[in-house]
């Protein structure tokens, strides 16, 4: 069975500083993506990076970065110079395999970020 | 390009009434999805559909819960009769014809919070 843990409920970060949201995961299939959503208030879920288990190096979007450690089983967001606009809901997520099932989405609970001005 | 809407935001009923929430995917997504998210508990895949056909509705929790997409266009979820458990936010979301594509992006919509008393 797939599972994401998020072990931080809730985290604050000062405005313009850099933050780190934690991820692990556990699967037995070789073939997996994990992905990160952020959940504002507005409760859409918006796309922000995605890594592939065989990518080489770490996926970068802007000021979002993931860094996976294959081996630990972790994939965490690095968000830098954080923005009062980057207070949400963070979802890390993982698809596993390329069979019909590889089309769910397993989630965290997620982190609430809080970005202090 | 509208996104993912979903209808109604918001549904607050009795236990044992009947409750019908709607989706309308990004047009010419043929893959659509329904997830929950129980207060407290992690976002839960509950059924995809491709076209208008079910490709996999695994994660549905039981008979009292239909699902539809006729015609292959907009989706509607139904509760009958709604308990108490079936509280929480259903999410809907919609992917490109070709599959996930390389990074898998869902697009989700807002969410349609559902209240049983």
């Known amino acids: 069975a797939q599972k994401i843990t998020q072990t931080q409920p809730g985290m604050f970060v000062q405005e313009k500083e850099a933050v780190t949201l934690d991820c692990t995961y556990d699967t037995s299939d070789p073939s997996y993506g994990l992905f990160w959503y952020k959940q504002p208030s507005s409760g859409e879920m918006i796309f922000l990076i995605y890594?592939?288990?065989?990518?080489?190096q770490n996926a970068t979007e802007g000021r979002y970065s993931l860094n996976f450690q294959k081996a630990r089983k972790s994939a965490n967001l690095v968000i830098s110079a954080s923005q009062l606009g980057d207070s949400a809901m963070y979802f890390c997520?993982?698809?596993?395999?390329?069979?019909?099932?590889?089309?769910?989405?397993?989630f965290g609970k997620g982190t609430k970020l809080s970005v202090i001005p | 390009e509208a996104g993912v809407t979903q209808f109604p935001s918001h549904s607050v009923i009795e236990k044992g009434q009947t409750v019908t929430l709607r989706c309308d995917p990004i047009?010419?997504?043929?893959?659509l999805y329904w997830y929950r998210r129980v207060m407290g508990k992690e976002i839960k895949f509950l059924l995809h559909?491709?076209?208008?056909?079910?490709?996999?509705e695994s994660g549905m929790p039981n008979n009292r819960f239909l699902a539809e997409r006729t015609g292959g266009t907009y989706s509607t979820l139904k509760v009958q009769p709604a308990e108490l458990e079936d509280s929480g936010v259903y999410f809907c979301?919609?992917?490109?014809?070709?599959?996930?594509?390389?990074?898998?992006?869902?697009?989700f919509g807002e969410g349609s919070r559902l209240t049983v008393l």
């Open positions: 979301a919609s992917s490109h014809p070709g599959g996930q594509g390389r990074t898998g992006e869902l697009f």
């Open positions: 890594q592939g288990s065989y990518d080489q």
């Open positions: 997520a993982m698809r596993v395999g390329s069979g019909a099932g590889s089309y769910q989405l397993t």
């Open positions: 559909f491709v076209k208008e056909s079910k490709q996999d």
């Open positions: 047009s010419g997504h043929d893959n």
